[in-house]
Nanobody, 125 residues
Framework: VQLQAFGGGLVQSGGSLRLSCAAS????????MGWFRRAPGKEREFVAADYWNGGRTYYAESVKGRFTISTDNAKNTVYLQMMSLKPEDTAVYYC???????????????????WGQGTQVTVSS
């Protein structure tokens, strides 16, 4: 099983980036896909999640209205579209997946069994 996150980079405040997470090795059709981030000196925090087939989006308050999570079944890829980026969004971003569907979309990292390697997002002021 592999989750490969990419698309990070350096962007100015107010700019946009789209992160991608390519999933392989098993079917994720019944999984919840999540994005988390870890800023320097801080603990990992939840950003966004959705059921693979969509319709159950859940966002952290700090990104609501600016970030959008989506999936492309044909490409087995999860995206995180980030708009109106702020310096406080600077972090390493990780994609994650649960083993299956438990009936809810979780913001708790222990409920995610599979993790990608992370991609750095830096927002300059």
């Amino acid at each position: 099983v592999q989750l490969q996150a990419f698309g990070g980079g350096l962007v100015q405040s107010g700019g946009s980036l789209r992160l991608s997470c390519a999933a392989s090795g098993r079917s994720f059709s019944s999984s919840v896909m999540g994005w988390f981030r870890r800023a320097p000196g801080k603990e990992r925090e939840f950003v966004a999640a959705d059921y693979w087939n969509g319709g159950r989006t859940y966002y952290a308050e700090s990104v609501k209205g600016r970030f959008t999570i989506s999936t492309d079944n044909a490409k087995n890829t999860v995206y995180l579209q980030m708009m109106s980026l702020k310096p406080e969004d600077t972090a390493v971003y990780y994609c994650a997946a649960t083993v299956g569907w438990r009936g809810w979309v979780s913001a708790q990292s222990p409920e995610y069994a599979y993790w990608g390697q992370g991609t750095q997002v830096t927002v300059s002021s």
